[in-house]
């Protein structure tokens, strides 16, 4: 948050503006004027131009490329090599070099991609979903989803009016039997776990699901993973408080880690929020392109929550010198929308979210749990008690008050 009178709030601005140099014309907009419309490969009509579709083959040749690496290690290491590298840190130093070798490559591999055919697998195990699954009778999805069929709460009534909205005029997913799957697979959620119930944005999110793990079962763990041990708590409850914790927390990372474009936003009043909590709501289901997505959520399942914050600083980021010459919202928002729309090659994306960037970015869970605690403290202080093994001091460049973000490495 920045502090001070507005006065010097806009004049820092205006420095930062001075200090931009006249634009040269992007490669955006030298993109010739024709536009072609396809399908991808999980379906999706991709609207785009001759730059577009250039990108999005040298893209495939990628994936199939990676996918030649991932192949080759399973060859030489053995199908589920993958599974040897989650390790406990008091146990690494009693570890074979091997297995720490296996776990460097892992996540440098994750980072470039995981070849589509093996996301189903890959994330099941790597996530967690399995192991939560393992923890149930193995008909524990047939029996709560058939038990709670014909059941009508406000949740399913708000599923089925989102049904039809959910990703309109794909192939499947807005057809009866793409509709029924999808109802069947956040019903059962909301019954799982009634706290959150239902939040329009998870049927992005779980429809995505489906169509990577192939399966209604696997899916619903996939999201019930996500919710429960990778995103930010109270993200999906009735009052989103954990979504609004999550607006919080970017701001304060967007005024540290780009401040000048902070600075011009805030002389503009120019609320971030605006495209950000659908970001964050949708995990970017809606905002970029499917394969984009799903390399964001490669990382996601494996590296933990932070790599949300990571994206949407990174998309701020690469826009900073043309953002720092707009005067209206709506030429920010037009950018952001124009941007995530054309990011069809991952490694574009994904290289700004570099350490010489997002050094220090907190643990998400260990930043909301300071900021929970904050927030109920003014609403009650009547003596609530701080949280457990947070180390303030890691939190406090964000909340003044002593508040805050976990990850998994």
Request: charged share 25%.
């Given at each position: 948050m920045m502090y001070g009178s507005t006065h010097?709030?806009?004049?820092?601005?205006?420095?930062?503006?001075?200090?931009?140099p006249a634009l040269r014309p992007s490669i955006r907009a030298r993109r010739a004027n024709i536009t072609v419309k396809f399908q991808d490969l999980y379906g999706f009509t991709v609207e785009g131009n001759v730059d577009d579709v250039n990108v999005l083959n040298e893209v495939r040749e990628k994936v199939r490329e990676q996918g030649r690496v991932w192949w080759s290690l399973e060859a030489s290491k053995g199908v589920n090599w993958y599974l040897q590298t989650q390790l406990n840190s008091t146990l690494k130093s009693s570890l074979k070099f091997s297995v720490l070798v296996n776990a460097i490559t892992l996540k440098r591999l994750i980072r470039k991609g995981i070849p589509p055919s093996l996301r189903?697998?890959?994330?099941?195990?790597?996530?967690?979903?399995?192991?939560?699954?393992?923890?149930?009778p193995?008909?524990?999805?047939?029996?709560?989803?058939?038990?709670?069929e014909d059941k009508v709460t406000p949740a399913t009534k708000q599923i089925d009016q989102d049904l039809p909205r959910t990703f309109p005029g794909h192939p499947w997913l807005d057809t009866p039997e793409g509709h029924s799957a999808l109802r069947r697979v956040l019903v059962g959620y909301s019954f799982r776990d009634s706290d959150v119930g239902y939040c329009q944005g998870l049927n992005y999110v779980a429809a995505l699901?489906?169509?990577?793990?192939?399966?209604?079962?696997?899916?619903?763990?996939?999201?019930?993973?996500?919710l429960e041990d990778v995103l930010v708590n109270d993200c999906y409850t009735y009052n989103l408080s954990g979504c609004h914790v999550e607006q919080r927390v970017f701001k304060d990372l967007l005024t540290?880690?780009?401040?000048r474009i902070a600075a011009h936003l805030e002389a503009m009043e120019f609320d971030v929020s605006l495209v950000s909590t659908e970001w964050f709501l949708c995990l970017f289901s809606k905002s970029l392109p499917s394969e984009t997505t799903l390399r964001?959520?490669?990382v996601l399942f494996?590296?933990?929550?932070?790599?949300?914050?990571?994206?949407?600083?990174?998309?701020?980021?690469?826009?900073?010198?043309?953002?720092?010459?707009?005067?209206?919202?709506g030429d920010v928002i037009n950018i952001i929308h124009r941007t995530t729309r054309h990011l069809f090659d991952p490694d574009e994306l994904l290289t700004v979210t570099t350490p010489s960037i997002l050094t220090y970015i907190p643990r998400v869970k260990e930043i909301c749990l300071w900021a929970n605690y904050y927030i109920d403290h003014l609403l009650s202080p009547c003596g609530i008690r701080e949280p457990r093994g947070i180390d303030k001091s890691t939190v406090l460049v964000f909340f003044p008050g002593g508040r805050v973000m976990n990850d998994r490495n």
């Open positions: 010097s709030k806009i004049d820092l601005a205006i420095e930062y503006q001075a200090q931009v189903p697998k890959v994330w099941f195990s790597l996530s967690g979903a399995a192991k939560k699954k393992s923890t149930v193995e008909s524990y999805y047939n029996d709560l989803t058939g038990a709670v699901l489906l169509l990577v793990m192939k399966t209604e079962e696997d899916a619903f763990w996939m999201l019930a993973v996500l540290k880690k780009c401040p964001v959520w490669d494996y590296e933990g929550g932070k790599v949300l914050f990571n994206v949407a600083l990174a998309i701020f980021k690469m826009n900073e010198e043309e953002l720092l010459m707009t005067h209206h919202v």
